[in-house]
Each structure stands twice: as C-alpha cells, then as structure tokens.
C-alpha cells in the first residue's frame, strides 16, 4: 500500500485561498487532522464545470456501477500508469477527478525488521495537492461519495524511503486536472509524474501515527 496516512491541518481560509475555491462546506464541519487514515471523510476540491467546490469524500473508491462496498477498503490508491485502463477507475479518470489537498503525508521506512514512520512534506511548509479521483454509489442508506488518490513512481528523493509516491500537483496543473471537459487522455496523463525531489524533505516521528486513533499535534513532532 503507498499514501495510507497524511495531515490537513491548514485553516479554513487558507485552504479556499489556495484552491481557489469557491463553493465550500461551513467553516464549522472542518476538522483538522494529524492523522487522517483510510474509511475517514477527507477534505476535496473538485470542479463542477463553472467553479472549484470543496467539501468531504469518503476515502476509499467505490464505483457508481459497484453492487457493495467491499472493495473501498482496497481502494484507497490507483497506480496512474493503469488509472485509465481500469474499469474501477476509468470513467472517473475522465469526468470526475479532484483534488487532496495534504500538508505532509506518512510513509513507513524499512530499516532491517522495523518500519520507521516518516513525515513527508514541502521544505517550505507550503500545502500541496495530490491527485485523486471521485465517485458517487448508492447505498440502501442513500448516496456515499468517495474518493482514490493517486500514486506513481518515487522520485529520487522518496525512493530511499518507499517505491511509490503520491502524484503531487503543481499549482500550474491543477486547474488542467480538475476541469471535467479535459478528457484527452495524453494530456491528462502528462500531469502524472513524480514531484521535483529537491522540493522534498522527510525526518522520523512517533510510532504513536501507526494508529488511527491518535491524532495530535504531537504525531507531527521529529523523533531521533
């Protein structure tokens, strides 16, 4: 599995400034997070053909066409060299792609036996967006939106930590990503590439993030 974990703990603003978002759930259901882990709702951006909407997604991809969600807990990432062959994903790959915004993500290192969690994110601190795709199925209970993020090859940087990375979306790409009546295949799948390394850093934090239940601002700390 590649980009189980990430943080999203930027303020309400920032997030509808970065995004250039211009629909968005009221401030008071944002919840940020140190720890966000699949089956959880996550933040979006997607486009609906005139602006950038944000609001939660279930994390964990469920086709519209599915007869259950069994599958969503395996579907947490899609592997961009395939995303468009697919059929879980292909449609979406078209028409309903969005965005993830992260602050860092988690990776886990092997060191000999032992996996090392490591915090992953912009030298500057800056936020940044990963790649995903959405869907919308329906339950018995009514309709569950849900959303993949996805992965590529490490860049240089990432590779001495995990053989793959989220697909980081420079600012100048996103609009391209999100625009539903983009559906050039070429195109689209030029935007998924692995980030500039030097943009990149990483250092060890506590095993406390292997679980989903801890979630403070302490999981975000360095450990030697």
Known sequence: MMCGRFTLFASYEKLLEEFDVEVAIAEELYRESYNIAPSQQVIAIIHDGSKNRMGYLKWGFIPSWSKDEKFASKMINARSETVDEKPSFKQSFYRKRCIIPMD????????????????????????????????????????????TILTTTSNKFMSTIHERMPVILPKEHQHTWLNPQIQNRDQLKTLLVPYPSELLTAYPVSDKVNSPKNNGRELIEEVS
């Open 104 to 147: 860092s993500f988690y990776e886990w290192k092997r060191e000999g036996n032992s996996k090392i969690p490591m915090r992953i994110k912009m030298k500057d601190d800056s936020l940044f967006a990963v790649a995903g795709l959405w869907d919308t199925w329906q339950s018995p209970n009514g309709a569950v939106h849900t959303c």
